[in-house]
Antibody, heavy 124, light 113 residues
Framework: QVQLVESGGGVVRPGRSLRLSCTAS????????MHWVRQVPGKGLEWVAV????????YYGDSVKGRFTISRDNSKNTLYLEMNSLRAEDTAVYYC?????????????????WGRGTLVTVSS | DIVMTQSPDSLAVSLGERATINCKSS????????????LAWYQQKPGQPPKLLIY???TRESGVPERFSGGGSGTDFTLTISSLQAEDVAVYYC?????????FGQGTRLEIK
């Protein structure tokens, strides 16, 4: 079954860290770019980060740059998001999503598979 | 960043009638080298993740009903549902993936009149 399953969400205090995971199954994980997208409950979608299929390139949204780190382990079919210095405004459902890759970019493609998300709440 | 603006913010349509959602980008998402518009549409139902409906502005994703269609080019795009069904109640988002960072429209909530 082709799917993505996120885990690792929870309640964390401001300034602390949290690591999210996204486990892929049913497809060749190492062939796809992978993204994190977040959504404040009841609000819109905000792209967070992308990692190339081979891990060679990573890009971040301005709101998380310098605080969050995206990584992947293709041997474990798993994507990660290490979140440091968390703020109240990071509270959201975090989705992982996959995109295809062109010859030069894993960025310029639509997101054809999404996980169900994991809720991160940053609160004192 | 490319700003994606959807209209209307919410829409109520009778069952069986046509629903049209608009999406405007602050700059063109048409890549001239391959003549593709880097624009996708997603559907999100309550408690669910977004689901891809349309990509390259007008290509329907496998399994998506034919009543969903996408059109437009450059900076102006539309998502049309030709005959609204009850299961189409959702929030719809457009997304550009032409220029970093990927950006989404604010969403359009579609309801039954």
């Amino acid at each position: 079954q082709v799917q993505l399953v996120e885990s690792g969400g929870g309640v964390v205090r401001p300034g602390r860290s949290l690591r999210l995971s996204c486990t892929a199954s049913g497809f060749t994980f190492s062939s796809y770019g992978m993204h994190w997208v977040r959504q404040v409950p009841g609000k819109g979608l905000e792209w967070v980060a992308v990692i190339w299929h081979d891990g060679s390139k990573k890009y971040y949204g301005d709101s998380v740059k310098g605080r969050f780190t995206i990584s992947r382990d293709n041997s474990k079919n798993t994507l990660y998001l290490e979140m440091n210095s968390l703020r109240a405004e990071d509270t959201a459902v975090y989705y992982c999503a996959r995109s295809g890759c062109s010859k030069t970019s894993c960025y310029t493609r639509h997101f054809d598979l999404w996980g169900r998300g994991t809720l991160v709440t940053v609160s004192s | 960043d490319i700003v994606m603006t959807q209209s209307p913010d919410s829409l109520a349509v009778s069952l069986g009638e046509r629903a049209t959602i608009n999406c405007k980008s602050s700059q063109s998402v048409l890549y001239s080298a391959n003549n593709k518009n880097y624009l996708a549409w997603y559907q999100q139902k309550p408690g669910q993740p977004p689901k891809l409906l349309i990509y390259w502005a007008s290509t329907r994703e496998s399994g998506v009903p034919e009543r969903f269609s996408g059109g437009g080019s450059g900076t102006d795009f539309t998502l049309t549902i030709s005959s609204l069904q009850a299961e189409d109640v959702a929030v719809y988002y457009c997304q550009q993936y032409d220029t970093a960072p990927v950006t989404f429209g604010q969403g359009t909530r579609l309801e039954i009149k």
